[in-house]
Every structure is written in structure tokens, then in C-alpha cells.
């Protein structure tokens, strides 16, 4: 008799607890049910939590950097990269080798040595070149350092130095602020134009539709080489990297908005003869509230996912025109520049490590693809 009270208050405990689960599900927003179904796709967990990682380190690049990215040394060039050693003997003692090198009086390349006597300790938060943190704090406090009398562009070069001996470890941090925020900046921009038109073109239909889809079809059947070819020629060479950043923002946002702007259509020709739409119409809203109060949430959540997906296109974009020639150019740092050293073959088998930029390009479009599966997995009302 226990027994069966015993199994029963089990299974009444299970009902109510299942019960209130289903009670949670009904409450819940359409963000929250969103989020839930996201939770459970680890893949996509990973890839958030490496694009994270990915923005820290794009705010945070200068105080990661050991030297100051933008400064030559001829007498490090092409310098292997550097192991860090953690241990002397068995005791921690964070340290690297002293390098010296010398010009082969054969070959005239400078040849570089390793000494096991000197090692020089590692800190953290020690002095370096100065900077803004953030763009406002000026400092020169850094992650990772050596102490007086070393100096850390002399002494650090974890990946290796580039032909000019700048530091590949401290330029590839900054390229990687350059490179992810410009997908910021360019999906901002074609998340605008996509939604705004791809709206008005769905909703209002008749010529205003016609003149929208004729403006796509023909930005969509230019060649995208020929076409940057030309407006990298247009491009004046005495602008600042500032000028050249926003322009290739521009450009790519110009060129990639057409397909947001098609999806957006679509949803809004099936959304227009709804009844809240038929209702805020009755009720005398407006047409612009109408497309971005009632229609636009209906469907944000396949926004958000779709404009996840278009990230690695436009760093994909940037890269490789960057690397042509076509895209950023030096002074300024981004992945594709840095690729720039690797375009020989020759250049590869003696320098490996200048291919080192090519990983961050890999995991971060990686991590955006896997990233948007899952927020399109999520946001499907059907999943």
C-alpha cells in the first residue's frame, strides 16, 4: 500500500511539474522561446562564445599587444616566431630567450640566433609603447611585458616579425579590429537599406515594387571584380585610413543590402493582407509604423538570423579584396593586408608563419556560419 502511494505522488509530481513547464512555454515571449531552443544547440553556444572573444579582443588589442604594430625594425625582420617558456627547470618562471642576429656574409640574409643563457622573465601588466585604451584613457600598461632594462618590441615575438620586423602578434590583434568591426558596420548599413526598401517594395507593390526589384537585378548582375577594380581605382591614394575604412564599408554595405532586401519582400507580400495589418490600417497608423511596428517584429527573429549569416560573406569580402590590392591598403591592418606578405610562394616555404593571419579568418567565419544555423534553427516557429 505504501508502494502504491509512493508511485503515485511520483507520477502526480510529474504531471504538475509538466503542467507548469507547459504553462512556461505558453508565457514565454517569442525572444524567450528563442533563447531556450538556442541553449540547446551547443555548436552554436561555441561559435557565440568565440565571436565574443573575437570583439574583446578587437577592444582590447592594444593593451594585448607587445609592441607598437606600426613601427619598423630592419635588424629584426623576418623573424621566426618565438616559444615562451613557463618552467626554469621545475620552478614557474614565465621567460623567453634573448635573439640576436647577423647578416650571412653568403647568402646577405640575416640569420638569427637563439641564447639558452640569457632569459628574460616575463610580467604582467608591465609598461610598453603608449596608447588609448578605448580611444579615451591614454596609458602604457600592457598584458604581457618584460622589465627595464629589456624592452618588450626587442625581446617578444611570439608569432614572428613581418619584412619590416614589425611584430606579427601585435599587428594581428589590430587587424583583427579593423577586420570584425567593419562586418559590423557594413551589416548595420545592410540591415538598414534591406529592411527599408525590401519593406516599402513588399508593402506598397505596384511601381514603387517594379523600380526596387529592377535596382537589385541590375546591382546584382554587375562583376564584383571589375567592379572593385574600378573603385579602388577612384579611391584616392592620399586618403586617410579612415577615409579608405568607411568607404569599403559603404561599398560592401551598397553591394550586399540586395539580398536582405529580397527576403524582406518576401515576407511582407505574404504579411500584408493579414488582419493586424488590415486592423493598424483601420485604427490610422501610419505606413512607416505599420512596416517597422507591426510587420518588421513579426519577423525579426529570421532577420537577426539571416543578417548572422551575412557576417563571414562581408569579412570574406574584405579579405580578399584587401589582399588583392582592391580592399584596405597599407598603412592600415586588417587580415587581408597582412595576407599580402603570402602571396608568393616562395615567400610561404621560407615564411610560414605569415600565413598565421589566415586562422582567425577561418575560425571567425566558421563561428558566424555556425552561429546563424543556429539562430536560424531557434527562430523557426515550426522547429
Known sequence: MAENTSALEGALSQAAEA?????????????????????????????????IAFYCVALGADFLSTSDPTQPEAQRGLLSPQRIHLFDGWMPSPHVLAVSGKRDPITFQRVYEVDPDTKIPLRLFARGFEYKFLGLITTDRHLIGVDA????????????????????????????????????????ITLFLGVLLGGISGYYGGWVDIVIQRIIEILRSIPTIPLWMGIAAGVPRDWSILKVYFAITIIIAIIGWTEVARVVRGRFLSLREEDFVAAAELAGASQMRIIFRHMVPSFLSHIIAA??????????AETSLSFLGLGMRPPAISWGVLLQAA??????????????????????????????????DAADPYG
Open 19 to 51: 503542467s507548469r513547464s507547459e504553462e512556461r512555454i505558453y508565457a514565454a515571449s517569442q525572444w524567450q522561446l528563442m533563447w531556450w531552443r538556442l541553449r540547446r544547440h551547443k555548436l552554436a553556444m561555441i561559435a557565440g562564445i568565440t565571436l
Open 149 to 188: 632594462p629589456y624592452k618588450a618590441e626587442d625581446t617578444i615575438f611570439i608569432l614572428g616579425t613581418d619584412l619590416q620586423g614589425r611584430d606579427l602578434f601585435s599587428r594581428l590583434l589590430s587587424a583583427t579590429r579593423i577586420s570584425m568591426t567593419i562586418g559590423l558596420v557594413s551589416v548595420a
Open 307 to 316: 543578417t548572422t549569416l551575412a557576417f563571414p560573406a562581408i569579412i570574406i
Open 343 to 376: 602571396q608568393q610562394v616562395q615567400a610561404v616555404a621560407l615564411t610560414p608563419w605569415l600565413l598565421v593571419p589566415a586562422v582567425p579568418v577561418i575560425i571567425a567565419v566558421l563561428a558566424f556560419n555556425f552561429l546563424g544555423d543556429g539562430l536560424r
